[in-house]
């Protein structure tokens, strides 16, 4: 919402709001756009389909989510083949502990 009128009553400040619209109203509504571009955006506007974009955010979700995971095995096989999936820790402070390495 844009605020269309600001006053000040009696120590009090009174805002008047615009009606609340989207962006894609706020263009078509606005006189300095083309009528070529308001055409393309109708147009746009028009074959969106929520549900359709949801499923395809979805679909890209997972795919990322098998990716991360088959990249996150293959780390985890790496260190179990060198075995240095583990730190060891000494109460000597003489001694450093050795933290592992995963992509050596």
Do not use: W
């Amino acid at each position: 919402m844009r605020l269309e009128l600001k006053e000040r009553y009696k120590g009090h400040i009174h805002r008047q709001y615009q009606q609340a619209k989207t962006p894609y109203q706020y263009l078509i509504d606005d006189p300095r756009v083309s009528e070529k571009i308001k055409v393309q955006l109708k147009k746009i506007y028009d074959n969106l389909n929520p549900a359709k974009l949801h499923r395809s955010i979805e679909a890209k979700l997972k795919l990322l989510a098998k990716i991360y995971q088959a990249k996150h095995q293959k780390v985890s096989e790496m260190c179990e083949e060198k075995n240095d999936a583990t730190v060891t820790f000494s109460f000597d402070p003489t001694t450093a502990f050795r933290l592992p390495t995963l992509l050596t």
